[in-house]
T-cell receptor, first 111, second 116 residues
Framework: NAGVTQTPKFQVLKTGQSMTLQCAQD?????MSWYRQDPGMGLRLIHY???????DQGEVPNGYNVSRSTTEDFPLRLLSAAPSQTSVYFC??????????FGPGTRLTVL | AQKVTQAQTEISVVEKEDVTLDCVYE???????LFWYKQPPSGELVFLIR??????QNEISGRYSWNFQKSTSSFNFTITASQVVDSAVYFC?????????????FGAGTTVTVRA
């Protein structure tokens, strides 16, 4: 199993550009989530999904959209990138016991 | 509301010393889960342990041990005989079972540096 995969690993955007961060898991987990990691702040939940077709907002959802059309994929969309969205983004999926396994992360810089 | 506090920002030790990382949490739920994750310099997040709120039994795994005390709302992590490879950022996290959505609230992390 590949576990949780994320693409790209690095990305540089200009303010106002849009992009999609890809996330996929091959563990057949129902729950998936997106976090951002900023220095000194730990990880904060952006959006999550408890199954295909179901998404909800986390702690810091503004500026991000998600969709969940399949169990495997959970893309994160930045509609109009802002410098405040410069961060490291982690996707995670959770087994039925609630343990979340994280992808390798995407380092995003918005100029 | 959930809250996880890791009061130690950075800890520096010499190899073979023991190091204890503190984690204090707040929750109104009676059923919850506590986690520790490790983030080495390479950047990935590695799951270390999960503990249920109704199981206060301490756990040892190799050089790692965890002390869970509900009375003080703490879930501390000790690395015995530290090694250079233990250098990483360690995160404590909390999830409330009542929400049924596995959301994790993370502490700010403790950076451990083990010097040879």
């Amino acid at each position: 199993n590949a576990g949780v995969t994320q693409t790209p690993k690095f990305q540089v955007l200009k303010t106002g550009q849009s992009m999609t961060l890809q996330c996929a898991q091959d563990m057949n987990h129902e729950y998936m989530s997106w976090y951002r990691q900023d220095p000194g702040m730990g990880l904060r939940l952006i959006h999550y999904s408890v199954g295909a077709g179901i998404t909800d907002q986390g702690e810091v959802p503004n500026g991000y959209n998600v969709s969940r059309s399949t169990t495997e994929d959970f893309p994160l969309r930045l509609l109009s990138a802002a410098p405040s969205q410069t961060s490291v983004y982690f996707c995670a999926s959770s087994n039925p016991r609630g343990t979340q396994y994280f992808g390798p992360g995407t380092r995003l810089t918005v100029l | 509301a959930q809250k996880v506090t890791q009061a130690q920002t950075e800890i520096s030790v010499v190899e073979k010393e023991d190091v204890t990382l503190d984690c204090v949490y707040e929750t109104r739920d009676t059923t919850y889960y506590l986690f520790w994750y490790k983030q080495p310099p390479s950047g990935e997040l590695v799951f270390l342990i999960r503990r249920n709120s109704f199981d206060e039994q301490n756990e040892i795994s190799g050089r790692y041990s965890w002390n869970f005390q509900k009375s003080t709302s703490s879930f501390n992590f000790t690395i015995t005989a530290s090694q250079v490879v233990d250098s990483a950022v360690y995160f404590c996290a909390l999830s409330e079972a009542s929400s049924n959505d596995y959301k994790l609230s993370f502490g700010a992390g403790t950076t451990v540096t083990v010097r040879a």
